[in-house]
């Protein structure tokens, strides 16, 4: 029998250091990588985006990399592109609303404000432009435009590494995921179950919300559009793609997301024409019946099962997306859900174990995961 301080001795001459070099190898990673980690995590976004079609691909005939290559090409790129256009295309369309916009609203709304005293003229807008103009503090236009092309030549090759690292972890993930099982993991099937569900997880919440939520946003502004085409005159849905991006946007909030949207515009339609033209309220009942039934219908009934899945309760993805941004900054939409995915599958799976040891069954574990998910 060997003496303990033996056995330390042993451990601490054969992996001690070892371990102290695999930890100093990871203060150097971290210290290294920690201005990139918006960039990874967007890599690991594209990668759950990819995984799905590059798969199909694979099970076609195609090689491994060309399926990665193909999907991020003609799939992701043009996905990502889209989300930009319709982010950019909202930002314009916000930049360019004038002030006249809102004195409609609020003259249909508020009959008793007083308009006037906004400062919708150009004599009273024109000073503050001058004033911003001939701020000496301002930088020059040319400075402002070198910065500008500096960050946009920053961003779009940072952009092309996330891309590769996208293709890298899609083409090689099964050659990956056999090292993780059979050099780091082991035999260790507490280990396996948990790292496949919140594979499961992140898989439905990267790939599945985001398309439903795009989804959502471009159903909502075809189904607006051709609502305005048979829109009484002077009751048109107003802003249509903002609208139909914060409709998306909303369908994270459980039970009530887009009801609120579609209230909202009700209202609106219903106040013009009540002040306008009393026979044209049969406008705003279609809108709501369209909307309301039909559309959250199909919704329901189809596009989110069908895209998202049901692993885990609305209100947690909710507060993951929303959290996530002020929290950790622009990326935080992506490490917000990727946390929570972490979180809750170690609640739903290994937390009891912990607690209850051998007394918590698979039983047991299915009846608390499926409570977690009808609440």
Same mark, same amino acid.
């Given at each position: 029998?060997?003496?303990?301080?033996?056995?330390?001795?042993?451990?601490?001459?054969?992996?001690?250091?070892?371990?102290?070099?695999?930890?100093?190898?990871?203060?150097?990673?971290?210290?290294?990588?920690?201005?990139?980690?918006?960039?990874?995590?967007?890599?690991?976004?594209?990668?759950?985006?990819?995984?799905?079609?590059?798969?199909?691909?694979?099970?076609?005939?195609?090689?491994?990399?060309?399926?990665?290559?193909?999907?991020?090409?003609?799939?992701?790129?043009?996905?990502?592109?889209?989300?930009?256009?319709?982010?950019?295309?909202?930002?314009?369309?916000?930049?360019?609303?004038?002030?006249?916009?809102?004195?409609?609203?609020?003259?249909?709304?508020?009959?008793?404000?007083?308009?006037?005293?906004?400062?919708?003229?150009?004599?009273?807008?024109?000073?503050?432009?001058?004033?911003?103009?001939?701020?000496?503090?301002?930088?020059?236009?040319?400075?402002?435009?070198?910065?500008?092309?500096?960050?946009?030549?920053?961003?779009?090759?940072?952009?092309?590494?996330?891309?590769?690292?996208?293709?890298?972890?899609?083409?090689?993930?099964?050659?990956?995921?056999?090292?993780?099982?059979?050099?780091?993991?082991?035999?260790?099937?507490?280990?396996?179950?948990?790292?496949?569900?919140?594979?499961?997880?992140?898989?439905?919440?990267?790939?599945?919300?985001?398309?439903?939520?795009?989804?959502? &946003? *471009? /159903?909502?502004?075809? @189904?607006?559009?051709?609502?305005?085409? !048979?829109?009484?005159? #002077?009751?048109? %849905?107003?802003? &249509? *793609? /903002?609208?139909?991006? @914060?409709?998306?946007?909303?369908?994270? !909030?459980?039970?009530? #997301?887009?009801? %609120?949207?579609?209230?909202?515009?009700?209202?609106?339609?219903?106040?013009?024409?009540?002040?306008?033209?009393?026979?044209?309220?049969?406008?705003?009942?279609?809108?709501?019946?369209?909307?309301?039934?039909?559309?959250?219908?199909?919704?329901?009934?189809?596009?989110?099962?069908?895209?998202?899945?049901?692993?885990?309760?609305?209100?947690?993805?909710?507060?993951?997306?929303?959290?996530?941004?002020?929290?950790?900054?622009?990326?935080?939409?992506?490490?917000?859900?990727?946390?929570?995915?972490?979180?809750?599958?170690?609640?739903?799976?290994?937390?009891?174990?912990?607690?209850?040891?051998?007394?918590?069954?698979?039983?047991?574990?299915?009846?608390?995961?499926?409570?977690?998910?009808?609440?």
């Amino acid at each position: 029998m060997i003496p303990n301080g033996d056995v330390d001795a042993e451990w601490l001459r054969s992996r001690g250091w070892w371990w102290a070099f695999a930890f100093a190898l990871a203060i150097v990673l971290i210290a290294a990588l920690r201005n990139y980690l918006g960039w990874i995590v967007f890599g690991i976004f594209l990668y759950y985006v990819a995984r799905p079609i590059s798969r199909r691909l694979h099970q076609r005939g195609f090689s491994s990399g060309t399926s990665a290559a193909v999907t991020l090409v003609l799939v992701v790129l043009p996905f990502v592109g889209v989300l930009f256009a319709i982010m950019s295309l909202a930002i314009i369309q916000i930049a360019t609303l004038e002030m006249t916009d809102f004195d409609v609203v609020l003259e249909r709304l508020f009959p008793t404000v007083d308009t006037d005293e906004l400062p919708t003229t150009d004599a009273e807008l024109y000073p503050f432009a001058e004033d911003l103009a001939t701020d000496p503090r301002l930088a020059t236009v040319v400075q402002w435009l070198s910065g500008l092309v500096d960050r946009f030549l920053t961003a779009s090759y940072l952009l092309f590494v996330t891309f590769l690292f996208a293709f890298f972890l899609v083409r090689d993930e099964r050659r990956i995921r056999r090292w993780l099982r059979t050099k780091i993991i082991g035999e260790k099937p507490n280990v396996t179950t948990y790292l496949r569900r919140v594979d499961e997880g992140l898989q439905s919440v990267f790939f599945g919300y985001t398309l439903t939520i795009l989804a959502i &946003v *471009l /159903l909502a502004g075809v @189904v607006y559009t051709g609502l305005n085409m !048979i829109a009484p005159t #002077g009751l048109e %849905i107003p802003q &249509v *793609l /903002l609208l139909a991006i @914060v409709t998306g946007l909303a369908s994270v !909030i459980p039970l009530v #997301g887009r009801n %609120i949207v579609y209230a909202s515009i009700v209202g609106y339609l219903a106040l013009t024409a009540i002040r306008t033209d009393t026979t044209a309220l049969w406008f705003p009942v279609a809108f709501y019946v369209v909307m309301g039934v039909f559309f959250d219908g199909v919704v329901r009934t189809y596009v989110r099962p069908t895209l998202s899945g049901r692993m885990f309760p609305m209100g947690l993805v909710l507060f993951a997306y929303i959290l996530g941004p002020p929290i950790f900054g622009w990326y935080g939409i992506f490490l917000g859900p990727f946390i929570m995915v972490v979180t809750v599958v170690f609640v739903q799976h290994q937390l009891p174990r912990l607690l209850h040891g051998d007394q918590h069954s698979p039983r047991t574990s299915e009846c608390s995961e499926h409570d977690l998910k009808d609440q």
